[in-house]
Structures are given as C-alpha cells and as structure tokens.
C-alpha cells in the first residue's frame, strides 16, 4: 500500500484522511507527516477534491510529535533535517480542510488541528500542547496558532502547564468551531466539507484565502485585500450563474470558472 500511516479515501467531492497508528495513538513520526503531506497534495491536485477532512480515531486524534523517534536528536539533527518540514507542504494547500478531533489532540496533534481551516471537536476530545512536560516547546506552529486561537491568557496557560482542555472550553475559547456527539464527528465534518466542495472552487479557495489574510495583516491591509479579491469575483462565470439563479429561484450549477 502507498500509505502505512493512513487511510485515504473520497467521500463525493471531500477527500477523507484517517490517521492509522492506533498502537502509538497516532504520534506523528518521519512516515506520517511525509505521508500527510502526500495525501494533501493529492487531494489538492485532484479537480474532483473540493475540500479535505482529517481525523484520527476514537481515542485519538493524535496524541503528538513522535517522542520515541524524537528523544535522540541532537540540535544539529533536528535544525539540519528541519524536524517536521513536511508541515509547510499541508499548510501551503489552497483548499479548504476541516479537523475532526476526538480523543486526544495534544503537542503536534494540536498543531495539526489548527493547521486545518477549521475544527470541529467530538466531546470526548482534549486538547493540549504538553510539550513543556518534556523540556521543549510546541513545533509545529502552536505557540503562534494557538495564540491567534485562544489570545494570549489562554494560550500562556495551557502551553505553560501543559494542562488539557475539553472540547467544551476549547469552543468557548475559539479553538472549536462545532462540538458533535463522538458518533457524528466524521459525517458532520465529511457533510460540512461536501457542502464547501458544493460552492464555487474560485470563491471558496478565495473565501479561505482572505480569511487568512487577517491573521498576518492590519485591518486596512485585510479589508483592501478583501476588496479586490471580492471585486474579481464579478469576473467569474460561478458569480453570473449563481446570481442569476437566485433571481430564477433555482439551484446554481458551478463549473468553478
Ligand atoms: C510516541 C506515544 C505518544 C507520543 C502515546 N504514545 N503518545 N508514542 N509519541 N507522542 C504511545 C505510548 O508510548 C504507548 O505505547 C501507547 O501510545 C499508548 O499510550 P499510553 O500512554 O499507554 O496511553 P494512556 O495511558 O491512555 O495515555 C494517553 C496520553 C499519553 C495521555 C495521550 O499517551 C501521553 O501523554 N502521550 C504523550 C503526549 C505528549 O506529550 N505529546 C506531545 C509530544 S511533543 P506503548 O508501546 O507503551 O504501548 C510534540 C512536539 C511537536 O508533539 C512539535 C515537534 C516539531
């Protein structure tokens, strides 16, 4: 098989990706992030994808970095192989992914969460970045996602105690967008994603891409950005048709141009 680490598959238009190391609790080694950064850039790669799902098991979304595959390095080690640059490769994509988290999502698990576009949680889930209960620091972006994430009071203190947080807190902190029965968790985000993948590809991949803009630029920066991104919309076929079939009381069909 092409993959060890996951199961991959598409559900429609939403590419399904399944963390598969129950043994480890899906930690994330060398083969698993090479693996996830393939199977991202298929799906971004694949005109039939509109949008992604992650999600790991029952008791799992990932419990972190691979700390077993870790615990040798040496800074050069690390700094020269650039530990996890695979990670570049999953945040580079355009289309939209979703993150359904149950279980523990914890140090690179939840670095991996919010690298998705958004996170819907089931009840059972934690999150955390414990990393500091092993001497070191988040890695993978959790420091600075996190942060944007929660605000600085909340992200301090779970990234200085290594406390978990559940799924309740983490959506009243911004973390979760929606908690759902463990039972729901991937059809609700697979039905989320197949309802992005209905919609314009141009719009949706703008959409996300204006989004992200507010986490790097000032307001004026944003809104200017927002702006011409909305304006070129007017230039696309999917605006004519989905307008048009709004006046006409029909249902829009989109040929992402
Ligand atoms: C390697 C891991 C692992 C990990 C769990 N396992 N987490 N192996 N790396 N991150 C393995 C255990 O060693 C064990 O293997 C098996 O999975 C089951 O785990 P248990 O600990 O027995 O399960 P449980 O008692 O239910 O506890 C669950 C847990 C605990 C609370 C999630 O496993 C835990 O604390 N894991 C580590 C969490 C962590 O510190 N993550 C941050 C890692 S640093 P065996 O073979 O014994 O059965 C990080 C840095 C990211 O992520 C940035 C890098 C650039």
Redesign the pocket.
């Known amino acids: 098989a092409p993959y060890e680490t996951l199961l991959v598959e598409t559900r429609g238009a939403v590419g399904l990706i399944t963390l598969n190391r129950p043994?480890?609790?899906n930690?994330l080694n060398a083969r698993l992030i090479e693996e996830l950064a393939l199977a991202f850039e298929a799906f971004e790669a694949d005109d039939a994808v509109g949008a992604v799902v992650v999600t790991g098991s029952e008791k799992?979304f990932a419990?972190?970095?691979?700390?077993?595959e870790m615990a040798e390095k040496t800074y050069a080690e690390a700094f020269l192989e650039d530990?996890?640059a695979g990670w570049r490769r999953i945040t580079s994509c355009r289309k939209p992914s979703i993150a359904a988290v149950a279980g523990?999502a914890?140090?690179?698990g939840c670095?991996l969460a919010m690298m998705c576009d958004v996170i819907f949680a089931a009840d059972t889930a934690k999150f955390g970045q414990?990393?500091i209960?092993?001497a070191?620091i988040?890695?993978?972006g959790g420091t600075q996602r996190l942060t944007r994430a929660v605000g600085k009071a909340k992200a301090m203190d779970l990234i200085l105690t290594g406390r978990m947080m559940d799924a309740t807190e983490a959506e009243r902190a911004g973390l979760v967008a929606r908690v759902v029965a463990p039972e729901r968790l991937v059809d609700e985000a697979v039905e989320a994603a197949a309802k992005i993948a209905s919609f314009s590809r141009v719009a949706v991949l703008a959409a996300k891409e204006a989004v992200n803009v507010a986490q790097e630029a000032s307001l004026a920066e944003g809104v200017r950005f927002e702006r011409r991104a909305f304006q070129a919309l007017f230039a696309t076929d999917d605006q004519t048709e989905g307008m048009a079939a709004f006046v006409e009381k029909r249902k829009p069909a989109f040929k992402n141009r």
């Open positions: 043994k480890a609790l930690a799992a419990a972190g970095a691979d700390i077993k530990f996890g523990y914890l140090g690179g670095e414990p990393e209960t092993l070191i988040p890695g993978f």
